[in-house]
């Protein structure tokens, strides 16, 4: 099947601080990708769309400018988590769809002090 | 009612058993149906996929859509503990867009 890779896989970071976390499709092309997060014991929510060379569709209730992506080329997408509390504290998981199927990514586990 | 309905479990067969798991969903318009599994910690890992209603089988594993019903299956023939895991299923009605996923169901299988 088609990977996805991302990095870092965890992150531990302050209050205030910024993270960015990358999303990669290593043997394909994906003009598509998708932002999840996943809390304990939960399932996983939707947070936004990234459309290679255009803006992102968040969901609602997740904030735009807490959550900046940007998907620049073909194969990368990023997620940068501005000004971080505790309670961005998750499973951050992408997935890149390649014609009617998704793979995700193995996920980035962000801890803020 | 939620769009994608999973009993979360836990489930707890021995080694060699039969699983069935199962999702129900309530929007007509869904045609790509998709099971994932996910192990603590780890990105979810694409098992099954199917287009429309059917059967579909992968060595252990076997998928089912019943569209009529709006019901979705997934055996898993001689279980083994390396089975165990959260067994996510995921549904979408265009290709290419963000799938909506049940709540996972979490299965232990025991040696």
């Known amino acids: 099947g088609a990977v996805v890779s991302q990095h870092p896989s965890r992150v531990i970071c302050k209050s205030g601080t910024s993270v960015k976390i990358e999303c990669r499709s290593l043997?394909?092309?994906?003009?598509?990708m998708f932002w999840y997060r996943q809390f304990p014991k939960q399932s996983l929510m939707l947070m936004a769309t990234s459309n290679e060379g255009s803006k992102a569709t968040y969901e609602q209730g997740v904030e735009k400018d807490k959550f900046l992506i940007n998907h620049a080329s073909l194969t990368l997408s990023t997620l940068t988590v501005t000004s971080a509390h505790p309670e961005d504290s998750s499973f951050y998981i992408c997935s890149a769809s390649i014609t009617d199927t998704q793979y995700f990514g193995p996920g980035t586990r962000l801890t803020v002090l | 009612q939620k769009e994608v309905e999973q009993d979360p479990g836990p489930l707890s067969v021995p080694e060699g058993a039969i699983v069935s798991l199962n999702c129900t969903y309530s929007n007509s318009a869904f045609q790509y149906f998709m099971w994932y599994r996910q192990y603590s910690r780890k990105g979810p890992e694409l098992l099954m996929y199917t287009y429309s209603s059917g059967n579909k089988e992968d060595g252990r594993f076997t998928a089912q859509v019943d569209k009529s019903s709006k019901y979705i299956s997934l055996f898993i023939r001689d279980s083994q503990p390396s089975d165990s895991a959260t067994y996510l299923c995921a549904m979408t009605n265009q290709a290419g867009t963000a799938l909506i996923f049940g709540k996972g169901t979490t299965l232990s299988v025991s040696s």
């Open positions: 043997d394909f092309q994906a003009t598509t």
